[in-house]
C-alpha cells in the first residue's frame, strides 16, 4: 500500500513533510510482526495510526485489543492483562481471560504505556519477549502470540532517567519509533485537515459553513493547538454548529480557541497574546477580562478533570459489561481515549473492593528526614490554614522528589495540571 493509498483509506489528512515521512515509515513496518512505539501528544493521531497498522497487517482478521495503560488502576492492571483465576482474590468468583489472552493471533495497543505501574512492567517485559506470562493466582505459564503497538505522549527516556520506566522494557519498546509531531509543527497540515472536518460536520448537521476572512484563516494556522487534531476538530465541529451560516472572522474564530491548559503551562493565553496586540479591541483587551477568561479556563477544565475521574471510576469498578449497559454517551467517556493518565488517583476504593493489595507502600526511610520541618509545622499552637497546609504540603513534595513536578503530584494524589496551577497560585517555584 502507499501512502496516499493509505491516507485516503484512514482519512489521515496533510500534505506536511513531516506526517509523509511518519506514514512511509508506518507502511513499511505495518505487515511485519515488529513492535512499534507510537511517540506524540495528546490529539496528533496515535490511536487512527494504531488501528491503522493492525488494519493493513496481516493480522487483520483476529482481535486488535486496546489497553489503556494509564487509566486502568494499579490493583487490577495485572489481572486486566493477564487475567485470573477463579478464587485468586476476593472477588475473584470466575476466571478470566486477560488481554494478551484475548489479542492471541491478533494485535494490543497498549496505549499510555509510560503510566505503566513498576510491578506490572516487569511482566509486560516477559510477555513481550517470549509471548510467556501467568495469570494471576496460577502457575501454569501460558504464552500467546500478540503484535505489540504501544504509544505514550511522554518522553519514555525521560521516564527511564527518573527511574519511573525499565531500561530494559524501553529497550524492548524502542524498536521501530515513530515520532508523531504536534500540529504546531506542521502548519501546512492545519487548513487540509480543518476542511474535511468542516465537510463532515456540515453534512451531519445539515449546516452550512460559510467560511473566513484571511486574518481567521491566518490564526487557525499560528494558534499553537495544545490539543492538536482532537482539539482542531472541536473547534470545527463547534464552527458548524454554532457559526452556523457565519462568516468567520478572527472575533468569532478566537471564542473558540481556548489554548486549553497543557502540561508545563502555567498560563493559558499565552497563545492569544499576540493576537491580542494586534486586536487591540478583541476580546481580551484587558486584564478584567483576561481574568474572567482565565476562571473560564479553568472551570473548563476542572470540568474536564471530573469527567475524567467519573470515567475512571466506572472503568474501575463496573466489568466491561456493565459499562456496555450505561448510556452511549457515557459509555463513550469512560472509552475515550483521552480518559488516560489516571492523574487523579480513584482507585483505591476499587482495589479494596476485590481485597487487592495497595500498592502505596510509603517510603519510610526517606520520610524520616522530613520529619523535622514536619513537626515543625504543625506542632506550633495555631491551626495552620487549609491554604499554608497545601502549601507546605507542596513544598514538601517537591522537596523529596528534588522538584520533580510528576513524581510531588502523584506523591499528593493530584494532577500535573493541578500542580502547576497551584504552583502558580502560591507564586512557588
Ligand atoms: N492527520 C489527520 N487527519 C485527520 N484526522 C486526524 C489526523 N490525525 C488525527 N486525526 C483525528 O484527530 C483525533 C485525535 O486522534 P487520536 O488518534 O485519538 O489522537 P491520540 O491518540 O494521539 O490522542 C481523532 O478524531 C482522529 O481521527
Ligand atoms: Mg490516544
Same mark, same amino acid.
Given at each position: 500500500m502507499d501512502r496516499e493509498a493509505f491516507q485516503e483509506r484512514f482519512g489521515l489528512i496533510g500534505e506536511s513533510a513531516a506526517l509523509k515521512q511518519v506514514i512511509d515509515k508506518v507502511v513499511q513496518v505495518a505487515d511485519t510482526d515488529i513492535t512499534v512505539l507510537l511517540q506524540g501528544?495528546? +490529539?496528533? +493521531?496515535k490511536d487512527v495510526t494504531a488501528k491503522a497498522i493492525h488494519e493493513i497487517s =496481516?493480522?487483520?482478521?483476529n482481535d486488535l485489543v486496546i489497553v489503556n495503560c494509564g487509566a486502568i488502576p494499579e490493583g487490577i492492571i495485572e489481572s486486566e492483562l493477564f487475567g485470573h483465576e477463579k478464587g485468586s482474590f476476593t472477588g475473584a468468583h470466575e476466571a478470566r481471560e486477560g488481554y494478551f489472552e484475548k489479542a492471541n493471533g491478533g494485535t494490543i495497543f497498549l496505549d499510555?504505556? +509510560?503510566?505503566? *505501574?513498576a510491578n506490572v512492567q516487569v511482566k509486560l517485559l516477559r510477555v513481550l519477549e517470549s509471548g510467556e506470562y501467568f495469570r494471576v493466582g496460577s502457575s501454569k505459564l501460558r504464552t500467546t502470540d500478540v503484535r505489540v503497538i504501544a504509544a505514550t505522549n511522554k518522553d519514555l527516556w525521560q521516564l527511564v532517567q527518573e527511574e519511573s520506566f525499565r531500561e530494559d522494557l524501553f529497550y524492548r519498546l524502542d524498536t521501530v519509533k515513530v515520532k508523531l509531531p504536534p500540529l504546531r509543527d506542521r502548519p501546512d497540515d492545519v487548513i487540509p485537515i480543518f476542511r474535511k472536518f468542516v465537510t463532515e460536520f456540515s453534512a451531519k448537521y445539515d449546516s452550512v459553513f460559510k467560511g473566513f476572512s484571511d486574518e481567521a484563516k491566518e490564526l487557525l494556522v499560528s494558534?499553537?493547538? *495544545?490539543? =492538536?487534531v482532537r482539539e482542531l476538530r472541536n473547534v470545527a465541529e463547534q464552527l458548524v454548529v454554532l457559526e452556523k451560516s457565519q462568516f468567520i472572522d478572527t472575533d468569532k474564530l478566537q471564542k473558540y480557541l481556548k489554548g486549553r491548559q497543557h502540561s508545563g503551562a502555567t498560563d493559558n493565553l499565552p497563545v492569544l497574546a499576540d493576537q491580542n496586540e494586534r486586536n487591540k =479591541? +478583541?476580546?481580551?483587551?484587558?486584564d478584567d477580562q483576561k481574568l474572567i477568561y482565565r476562571a473560564l479556563v479553568e472551570l473548563q477544565s476542572d470540568i474536564g478533570d471530573l469527567k475524567k475521574m467519573l470515567a475512571n471510576f466506572l472503568y474501575s469498578t463496573f466489568s466491561q459489561k456493565n459499562i456496555k449497559a450505561l448510556p452511549q454517551n457515557i459509555q463513550d467517556e469512560v472509552n475515550k481515549p483521552e480518559n488516560s493518565g489516571m492523574d487523579i488517583d480513584i482507585g483505591n476504593a476499587a482495589e479494596e473492593d476485590i481485597g487487592v493489595e495497595s500498592y502505596a507502600e510509603a517510603d519510610i526511610s526517606e520520610e524520616e528526614t522530613e520529619d523535622d520541618a514536619f513537626s515543625e509545622f504543625f506542632t506550633s499552637d495555631d491551626i495552620p490554614s487549609i491554604e499554608k497546609t497545601e502549601q507546605f504540603l507542596i513544598e514538601q513534595a517537591l522537596r523529596k522528589y528534588e522538584g520533580n513536578r510528576r513524581k510531588a503530584s502523584e506523591a499528593l494524589g493530584i494532577s500535573e495540571r493541578t500542580l502547576y496551577r497551584k504552583l502558580d497560585q502560591y507564586g512557588l517555584q
Open positions: 501528544e495528546s +490529539g496528533v +493521531g =496481516n493480522r487483520k482478521h499510555e504505556i +509510560g503510566d505503566t *505501574p494558534y499553537r493547538w *495544545p490539543g =492538536n =479591541n +478583541g476580546a481580551f483587551g484587558n
